[in-house]
């Protein structure tokens, strides 16, 4: 039986793998068509960095990604700290609130911003996503935040406390670095999930701003080349890269509950 | 939560002096540095625009296609129409479908996972890692696969829920190892030591004290798949939209009945999460 389970298991990650694998594979096939393999070549590579579109998609990206990851930082760590350190009455409809970005389709979050930013005037453009891209990391920044803080001894701070600190001072000095490698580990994540954002960004960006993912979904919509396998393969890499590195930050090793 | 646990976070008993010094009573600066930024945050970028889309499904459209204020049930009229109640309908049946399968294939992978072993904390990355890679990515391999086994033609309803079980298993087996790896394993010892066969006691035992797994797991499913919009676009046939899909493109064209879409979409969704934080049993933020 248990033998049965793990070959079950075993066929089930490599169906998950194994459409990656097959598109890493042929990112560096030499035939211009998707299913004939024609031998190695980074051809399609090097046609994706000299690819104009791409690369200003890819230098819009990482600045809305950057804007966001600070913004969401700030928001989530802040929030985290006030959902597990301070008590005050709403407190369940809060933490609702900071995890409804998590909860809720995409496509609500995306369009209830559109007409936000409509209605109250702002004219969509990097300035928005940045600020969408925010709240959705945000919710995510906090969840980590907040599994650290759990955790951690709230002895030292008091201590701090009775040696003459501020709650606040204590808490600076004394929280704060223990909580570091968790906030670290927030803002990679809300970094990744701005880079591979599709959903939100589409009803934010309006027509002036593409970043790579929205770029790419416009293509595959329309032609699939092996040009969008290399593209593809590199926003994976890249987003197994810092996936990887967060969860390294993040204790216990394996931080999957991401709720 | 027991009530004897109700006073304090901690270990240490809350005593006067320590509820004294609790930063939450102590320090205004304190909560005005940690509770009121994240507060006006989310009040500003989640709950007003989600007020605003339930004002503007009441809205009518001025000569150009705008929003303008008003109190008509046009735009309720159309999101609540035979065609959209139809789009409605086929996204809950395509998400129930595509949680089902998660279900299946979830159950014995997270069965497996709990039982230990030297391997477990790898599978468990190995699961949860392609949840957190490019979405985007990941369903251009799909559509990848797609091509190369049925041929360009291949856009279809089982495609999109292949597409969905494919992004959202983790979502599934994450709740359920968790939840099966808390059965006692006496009890599974007892079942067996008063006569029940492995599948008896999987049924009586496992399964019923796993329920709140599952039901999270199929709520964390369900949900994503309901508002689906990538997976439909790209492996989904351009005749049969979902709901997800009729937001994304109504929206442009017409605010109003994209609002009142939404909003039906959001009643479905506040239902489940209602289902969801109950059997959880939490209000934490974790």
Not at chain 2, 30 to 48: E, G, N, S
Request: hydrophobic letters at 55%; a positive charge.
């Amino acid at each position: 039986m248990r033998k049965a389970l793990g070959v079950w298991t075993a066929l089930v990650l490599a169906v998950l793998y194994l459409p990656i694998a097959v598109m890493v594979v042929y990112s560096f096939n030499a035939a211009e068509q998707v299913v004939v393999w024609k031998g190695f070549t980074l051809d399609w590579y090097r046609k994706a960095f000299e690819n104009r579109a791409a690369r200003d998609a890819f230098v819009q990206t990482i600045s809305i990604a950057l804007g966001s990851t600070l913004l969401a930082t700030l928001v989530g760590t802040s929030a985290a700290v006030a959902s597990v350190r301070l008590s005050f009455p709403g407190k369940r409809a809060f933490n609702a609130l900071v995890s409804m970005p998590i909860s809720i389709p995409d496509v609500l979050m995306g369009l209830s911003l559109f007409v936000f930013f409509g209605a109250i005037g702002i004219g969509l453009g990097r300035a928005t996503v940045i600020l969408a891209h925010a709240t959705f990391s945000a919710a995510y920044v906090a969840i980590v935040v907040a599994a650290r803080l759990q955790g951690l001894d709230r002895s030292m701070e008091l201590a701090a406390q009775d040696l003459g600190a501020t709650p606040f001072g204590a808490f600076l000095k004394v929280t704060l670095p223990a909580l570091a490698p968790a906030i670290a580990a927030g803002a990679i994540l809300a970094f990744t999930l701005s880079l591979d954002d599709v959903v939100i960004t589409y009803f934010t960006s309006g027509p002036r701003v593409t970043t790579l993912p929205i770029y790419l979904y416009s293509r595959v919509r329309f032609k699939f080349t092996p040009e969008i396998n290399a593209l593809s393969t590199l926003m994976l890499a890249a987003s197994v890269l810092l996936v990887v590195t967060s969860l390294k930050l993040q204790k216990p090793p394996v931080g999957g509950d991401k709720r | 939560m027991g009530p004897g646990r109700r006073g304090g976070r901690g270990v240490r008993p809350a005593s006067a002096e320590q509820e004294r010094r609790d930063p939450a009573r102590a320090s205004a600066g304190y909560r005005l540095a940690a509770l009121w930024p994240p507060l006006a945050w989310m009040l500003a970028f989640v709950a007003a625009p989600t007020l605003i889309i339930a004002a503007y499904s009441f809205f009518t459209r001025d000569d150009l296609g705008r929003p303008a204020p008003a109190f008509v049930l046009d735009a309720w009229r159309s999101a609540l129409s035979r065609d959209h109640l139809a789009l409605f309908w086929r996204s809950a049946w395509v998400a129930a479908v595509s949680t089902a399968l998660c279900l299946a294939i979830a159950y014995p992978v997270a069965y497996f996972i709990a039982g230990g072993g030297r391997w477990k904390n790898a599978l468990l990355a190995l699961v949860v890692l392609p949840f957190w890679t490019n979405f985007l990515a990941r369903t251009t391999a799909m559509q990848m696969i797609l091509v190369r086994v049925l041929g360009p033609e291949f856009h279809s309803p089982a495609a999109v829920i292949a597409g969905l079980v494919y992004s959202y298993l983790p979502f599934m087996v994450l709740p359920l190892y968790v939840s099966i790896e808390k059965v006692p394993k006496r009890l599974l010892e007892a079942a067996a030591d008063l006569g029940a066969s492995p599948a008896r006691s999987f049924w009586s035992v496992t399964v019923p004290l796993t329920a709140p797994g599952i039901a999270a797991g199929c709520v964390l499913v369900f949900i994503p798949c309901f508002g689906a919009f990538v997976t439909p676009a790209l492996l989904g046939s351009p005749r049969e939209q979902l709901l997800g899909t009729q937001i994304a493109v109504a929206y442009r064209a017409n605010v109003p009945v994209a609002s009142a879409l939404s909003m039906t979409m959001m009643a479905a969704v506040l239902v489940l999460l209602a289902i969801y934080y109950r059997v959880k049993k939490t209000d934490g933020i974790v």
